[in-house]
């Protein structure tokens, strides 16, 4: 079994940083892509941000120039850099991951979410 644990989240003002991390912990050979959604209320969840295990990145319009998402395969960790903040990021930051837990074998894989809310 494979778990996802987001952190990082919270209450900050329009115009603020925050800085996501997702660690990645149990049966894990390794880890492609790893990717950031945001769910706000009554939305579809949507994709942020991407980076595969190359660390080729790929960002949704909305939060390009201002966030900025990585990892450390090392440690089976992403971030996600959010800076110059507006009251429209206001959501559920949930990360994801694709993990090979074993050869030929890759499973997808969701956090439990955390809150970010950006007041104006």
């Known amino acids: 079994q494979v778990q996802l644990v987001e952190s990082g989240g919270g209450l900050v003002q329009a115009g603020e940083s925050l800085r996501l991390s997702c660690a990645a912990s149990?049966?894990?050979?390794?880890?492609?892509?790893m990717a950031w959604y945001r769910q706000a209320p009554g939305k579809q969840r949507e994709l942020v941000a991407v980076i595969t295990s190359g660390t080729s990145t790929n960002y949704a319009d909305s939060v390009k120039g201002r966030f900025t998402i990585s990892r450390d395969n090392a440690k089976n960790m992403a971030y996600l850099q959010m800076n110059r903040l507006k009251p429209e990021d206001t959501a559920v930051y949930y990360c994801?991951?694709?993990?090979?837990?074993?050869?030929?074998?890759?499973?997808?894989?969701w956090g439990q979410g955390t809150q970010v809310t950006v007041s104006s």
């Open positions: 149990g049966s894990i050979f390794s880890i492609n892509a």
């Open positions: 994801n991951a694709d993990v090979v837990i074993r050869i030929g074998i890759t499973v997808t894989y």
